[in-house]
């Protein structure tokens, strides 16, 4: 699923294999498209709220329909997806437009009978769950229970019930009496996979606090707390920008959290708080341009990060439609481009490299000629397979691995 | 935004930051959706480092041309206790003048520093490695001359400084010998938009341009006379026309409403914690300047 800034969300789904096309096995397509949020405007406080989706989350499929949570800045809604190929036919006190007939005119009585029609896909906004945040939502989570999630904004975490919607708990609350003294915000949020009491949430600080909400209502005080001392060599004017972590994902297994700041990938292994286990430079050839990145603004873009299936390779987005893979056992990493000339279907994709000074080889990008308004923000890994979907400005780019 | 391909170009030029950083937390008040919070706490803390940069470039520069001019040339030292807090709400940017010198005592620094507050108050509250000891000195006049002109002109210059100038005058020579309060204050003058920093030792400033003793060496011309201050201005711009000129243009976006705005309360914190009003709350943490800009 994919949401945009007009609040419009589009679903697509993966063909099914046919014997027909079998070359056409996982392809995807457009499945749904909906419009999930609109504008609105606060009176009270004069503020527009954005109708541009922030989040979408899906649930665990319990039953033929599809359930997904998505968000704005200020409300989260649950949509109910569901495919309708039968209609029924052969109604007593209705006709087929759905004019009521006159009872005296009827003169015999028939059961009515389902039959197929075409497939309509239906999206149905089951829950609004709105009216309790005040700062703007950056995070939804799904817990393992598959009854609660938690919905994070700049200083509150709130944990709801999805059958509850006047209602939330707020378990984590990081505003400061004086707001003078505001020194970080929560940047992301994310339950354990498996632990549905244990949640983590990382801060602009470059921070991770895990908590257990076992041990009180309010997970004010964290039970871990993740931080890597800084880098004195390192320090510059906006250190504390590029610290700042934009995502926050629990691996599959639980055992590790990885995280995404400004220019690098880190992942923490649970047990140790001190530093991570592994860092990956994403894009470390930019660290002499941050200057000019905070002037266009690119440096608040918030990078996403994701983990394959089995949690051996790790995946970010960077610039000019580039993004990037790590393998973590072989420590070898991949640069590769998302875009319309590269990717002819079934092309296999050509690792990228740029070049960070002196002379450029041929193939190779130098920084200065990086496209800096085309980012991968937001990228997926398929939860079993190697596909992964890759968001590159108006274009959803859909790779696999090449099948033999 | 940065659309195609274009040079990579670096200026880590403090000012500059300042100026890109204060423009950005101006047009974030206008953008959709409201103020972001977490992005304007960033671009605080980048206009934090590049103000810890650029003051101690100033106080460095001060520092180098205070040892070109040990004694000879009249010079002004603007000793200041480092505030409490920079939570102390702003006051009136144009202060009475007290016309009584021995009143100097009996200015507080809270006094002066209220107007000063637009560029004092983040540098008192400075990180610890730039706070200095707090003021030493028993009478705190805020601007004194000391040097080689008579005595008596001090007193007299001071209580007569125009309106305007962000601090309650006190050309004093009684005290003659070098100043010793260690802290340092920035001034901004609203009417000539003359920055003045001090450090540890004293900088000349308008305040000559009162005393008639010492504006003699100087600049001739009677004092107050208001071509004298724009000779002044003009000769302190021309050898720092950067500075001045980019605070002045940063203090000139907000407009005329500037000390109105200034002596705005800071919001109650109980109320509505919308994106706004969080957004300035966040800000004024660095102090009065940004709370000043916030203000507006």
Same mark, same amino acid.
């Given at each position: 699923?994919?949401?945009?800034?007009?609040?419009?969300?589009?679903?697509?789904?993966?063909?099914?294999?046919?014997?027909?096309?079998?070359?056409?096995?996982?392809?995807?397509?457009?499945?749904?498209?909906?419009?999930?949020?609109?504008?609105?405007?606060?009176?009270?406080?004069?503020?527009?709220?954005?109708?541009?989706?922030?989040?979408?989350?899906?649930?665990?499929?319990?039953?033929? $329909?599809?359930?997904?949570?998505?968000?704005?800045?200020?409300?989260?809604?649950?949509?109910?997806?569901?495919?309708?190929?039968?209609?029924?036919?052969?109604?007593?006190?209705?006709?087929? !437009?759905?004019?009521?007939?006159?009872?005296?005119?009827?003169? @015999?009585?028939?059961?009515?009978? *389902?039959?197929? @029609? !075409?497939?309509?896909?239906? $999206?149905?906004?089951?829950?609004?769950? $709105?009216?309790?945040?005040?700062?703007?939502?950056?995070?939804?989570?799904?817990?393992?229970?598959?009854?609660?999630?938690?919905?994070? !904004?700049?200083?509150?975490?709130?944990?709801?019930?999805?059958?509850?919607?006047?209602?939330? &708990?707020?378990?984590?609350?990081?505003?400061?009496?004086?707001?003078?003294?505001?020194?970080?915000?929560?940047?992301?949020?994310? &339950?354990?996979?498996?632990?549905?009491?244990?949640?983590?949430?990382?801060?602009?600080?470059?921070?991770?606090?895990?908590?257990?909400?076992?041990?009180?209502? *309010?997970?004010?005080?964290?039970?871990?707390?993740?931080?890597?001392?800084?880098?004195?060599?390192?320090?510059?004017?906006?250190?504390?920008?590029?610290?700042?972590?934009?995502?926050?994902?629990?691996?599959?297994?639980?055992?590790?959290?990885?995280?995404?700041?400004?220019?690098?990938?880190?992942?923490? !292994?649970?047990?140790?708080?001190?530093?991570?286990?592994?860092?990956?430079?994403?894009?470390?050839?930019?660290?002499?341009?941050?200057?000019?990145?905070?002037?266009?603004?690119?440096?608040?873009?918030? &990078?996403?990060?994701?983990?394959?299936?089995?949690?051996?390779?790790?995946?970010?987005?960077?610039?000019?439609?580039?993004?990037?893979?790590?393998?973590?056992?072989?420590?070898?990493?991949?640069?590769?481009?998302?875009?319309?000339?590269?990717?002819?279907?079934?092309?296999?994709?050509?690792?990228?490299?740029?070049?960070?000074?002196?002379?450029?080889?041929?193939?190779?990008?130098?920084?200065?000629?990086?496209?800096?308004?085309?980012?991968?923000?937001?990228?997926?890994?398929?939860? $079993?397979?190697?596909?992964?979907?890759?968001?590159?400005?108006?274009?959803?780019?859909?790779?696999?691995?090449?099948?033999? | 935004?940065?659309?195609?391909?274009?040079?990579?170009?670096?200026?880590?030029?403090?000012? #500059?930051?300042?100026?890109?950083?204060?423009?950005?937390?101006?047009?974030?008040?206008?953008? %959709?959706?409201?103020? =972001?919070?977490? =992005?304007?706490?960033?671009?605080?803390?980048?206009?934090?480092?590049?103000?810890?940069?650029?003051?101690?470039?100033?106080?460095?520069?001060?520092?180098?041309?205070?040892?070109?001019?040990?004694?000879?040339?009249?010079?002004?030292?603007?000793?200041?206790?480092?505030?409490?807090?920079?939570?102390?709400?702003?006051?009136?940017?144009?202060?009475?003048?007290?016309?009584? /010198?021995?009143?100097?005592?009996?200015?507080?620094?809270?006094?002066? %520093?209220?107007?000063?507050?637009?560029?004092?108050?983040?540098?008192?509250?400075?990180?610890?490695?730039?706070?200095?000891?707090?003021?030493?000195?028993?009478?705190?006049?805020?601007?004194?001359?000391?040097?080689?002109?008579?005595?008596?002109?001090?007193?007299?210059?001071?209580?007569?400084?125009?309106?305007?100038?962000?601090?309650?005058?006190?050309?004093?020579?009684?005290?003659?010998?070098?100043?010793?309060?260690?802290?340092?204050?920035?001034?901004?003058?609203?009417? /000539?938009?003359?920055?003045?920093?001090?450090?540890?030792?004293?900088?000349?400033?308008?305040?000559?341009?009162?005393?008639?003793?010492?504006?003699?060496?100087?600049?001739?011309?009677?004092?107050?006379?208001?071509?004298? =201050?724009?000779?002044?201005?003009?000769?302190?711009?021309?050898?720092?026309?950067?500075?001045?000129?980019?605070?002045?243009?940063?203090? #000139?976006?907000?407009?005329?409403?500037?000390?109105?705005?200034?002596?705005?309360?800071?919001?109650?914190?109980?109320?509505?914690?919308?994106?706004?009003?969080?957004? =300035?709350?966040?800000?004024?943490?660095?102090?009065?300047?940004?709370?000043?800009?916030?203000?507006?």
């Amino acid at each position: 699923a994919t949401g945009d800034k007009g609040g419009r969300v589009v679903i697509f789904q993966r063909e099914q294999e046919s014997k027909n096309q079998p070359h056409r096995r996982g392809e995807y397509n457009v499945y749904s498209t909906f419009q999930s949020h609109e504008p609105e405007f606060d009176y009270l406080k004069s503020l527009e709220i954005e109708e541009k989706i922030n989040k979408i989350r899906w649930l665990p499929q319990q039953n033929a $329909a599809y359930f997904l949570l998505s968000t704005n800045d200020k409300t989260v809604k649950l949509w109910k997806v569901s495919e309708r190929d039968k209609r029924p036919e052969g109604y007593n006190l209705k006709d087929e !437009d759905g004019r009521l007939r006159d009872p005296s005119m009827i003169t @015999m009585l028939r059961v009515p009978v *389902l039959r197929p @029609m !075409d497939l309509m896909v239906e $999206a149905t906004p089951r829950r609004v769950f $709105a009216n309790a945040h005040t700062y703007h939502i950056n995070s939804i989570s799904v817990n393992s229970d598959y009854e609660t999630y938690m919905s994070a !904004d700049d200083l509150r975490i709130n944990l709801w019930n999805f059958e509850i919607t006047n209602q939330s &708990f707020n378990i984590v609350d990081i505003k400061p009496a004086n707001m003078e003294e505001l020194t970080e915000v929560i940047t992301a949020a994310e &339950f354990h996979p498996h632990h549905c009491n244990t949640f983590v949430y990382s801060s602009s600080k470059g921070t991770i606090r895990l908590c257990d909400m076992r041990t009180s209502a *309010l997970c004010d005080r964290h039970a871990k707390f993740f931080e890597e001392p800084e880098d004195p060599s390192n320090r510059s004017f906006f250190s504390e920008i590029i610290s700042s972590i934009s995502d926050v994902k629990f691996s599959h297994s639980g055992r590790y959290i990885m995280t995404r700041d400004y220019l690098t990938v880190k992942v923490w !292994d649970l047990n140790m708080e001190n530093r991570p286990i592994e860092t990956y430079q994403v894009h470390d050839y930019l660290r002499s341009k941050l200057c000019s990145l905070y002037e266009n603004d690119c440096i608040f873009d918030k &990078f996403e990060c994701v983990w394959n299936g089995s949690d051996s390779v790790i995946m970010t987005g960077s610039y000019n439609n580039f993004f990037r893979m790590f393998d973590r056992n072989t420590k070898r990493d991949v640069t590769l481009e998302a875009s319309r000339e590269n990717s002819k279907p079934r092309a296999i994709l050509k690792p990228r490299k740029v070049c960070v000074g002196g002379k450029r080889r041929k193939d190779e990008i130098s920084v200065d000629s990086l496209d800096f308004s085309k980012k991968i923000l937001h990228t997926a890994w398929h939860p $079993a397979e190697n596909i992964i979907a890759v968001a590159a400005t108006n274009n959803l780019y859909i790779f696999q691995d090449k099948v033999n | 935004m940065l659309r195609g391909r274009r040079r990579m170009e670096c200026t880590l030029d403090a000012q #500059s930051l300042i100026s890109i950083s204060l423009r950005k937390i101006h047009s974030s008040r206008t953008q %959709r959706g409201g103020i =972001k919070l977490h =992005k304007n706490l960033l671009v605080s803390y980048v206009l934090r480092n590049a103000r810890q940069l650029y003051l101690s470039e100033r106080y460095a520069e001060l520092y180098r041309r205070q040892q070109h001019y040990p004694d000879g040339a009249p010079l002004l030292a603007m000793p200041a206790c480092p505030p409490p807090a920079a939570a102390a709400p702003p006051e009136l940017a144009v202060l009475p003048l007290p016309a009584d /010198t021995q009143d100097r005592e009996a200015r507080s620094c809270a006094v002066v %520093r209220g107007g000063a507050e637009l560029l004092e108050g983040p540098v008192c509250a400075a990180p610890p490695e730039l706070q200095r000891a707090p003021c030493r000195d028993s009478s705190p006049g805020f601007y004194r001359a000391a040097g080689s002109a008579g005595p008596g002109g001090g007193g007299g210059g001071g209580s007569s400084a125009a309106p305007g100038l962000l601090y309650a005058a006190g050309c004093d020579f009684g005290t003659g010998g070098v100043p010793h309060c260690s802290s340092r204050t920035t001034v901004l003058d609203l009417d /000539t938009h003359v920055v003045t920093t001090v450090e540890n030792g004293y900088l000349h400033q308008d305040c000559c341009s009162q005393c008639p003793c010492c504006c003699q060496p100087v600049a001739g011309g009677p004092p107050f006379a208001p071509c004298t =201050k724009r000779a002044r201005f003009e000769e302190y711009s021309a050898e720092h026309p950067q500075d001045s000129s980019n605070i002045s243009n940063l203090i #000139s976006i907000f407009g005329s409403g500037f000390t109105g705005l200034v002596s705005r309360q800071q919001a109650d914190s109980e109320q509505p914690l919308n994106g706004q009003l969080c957004g =300035k709350q966040a800000l004024a943490s660095l102090g009065a300047w940004t709370r000043a800009i916030v203000a507006f």
